[in-house]
């Protein structure tokens, strides 16, 4: 059983930053695909980013692409989204994933039905 859970969210205004923390519970957490994935009010789940268990290949949406940057530690268990430039339209709860296991050469990071584990999510508002 794998137990996550993020810290970080809050209320800034646009153009601020925010560091989201997903702490995990497992042993095996070296061997985990992490990813952050946000869903809005009203829309589906979307993949924001995502990191391979070495910490060598790092995956981000478009709309992210430069302004966030994901990052793991897997001696403390944790990984991080620092989210810089901030928008409004980044305002969504945003959720920690995880998957035992690499996708490889595939894009299946990507999907949120490829994680087998999932935070409670935490809130990121942007205000205009």
């Known amino acids: 059983q794998v137990r996550l859970v993020e810290s970080g969210g809050g209320l800034v205004q646009a153009g601020d930053s925010l560091r989201l923390s997903c702490a995990a519970s497992v042993r095996t957490f070296s061997s985990h695909t992490m990813a952050w994935f946000r869903q809005a009010p009203g829309k589906e789940r979307e993949f924001v980013s995502a990191i391979s268990w070495s910490g060598r290949n790092t995956y981000y949406a478009d709309s992210v692409k430069g302004r966030f940057t994901i990052s793991r530690d897997n001696a403390k268990n944790t990984v991080n989204l620092q989210m810089n430039s901030l928008k409004p339209e980044d305002t969504a709860v945003y959720y920690c994933?995880?998957?035992?296991?690499?996708?490889?050469?595939?894009?299946?990071?990507?999907?949120?039905?490829?994680?087998?584990?999932w935070g409670q999510g935490t809130q990121v508002t942007v205000s205009s």
């Open positions: 994933a995880a998957r035992n296991g690499d996708a490889g050469i595939s894009s299946y990071y990507a999907f949120a039905s490829w994680y087998n584990y």
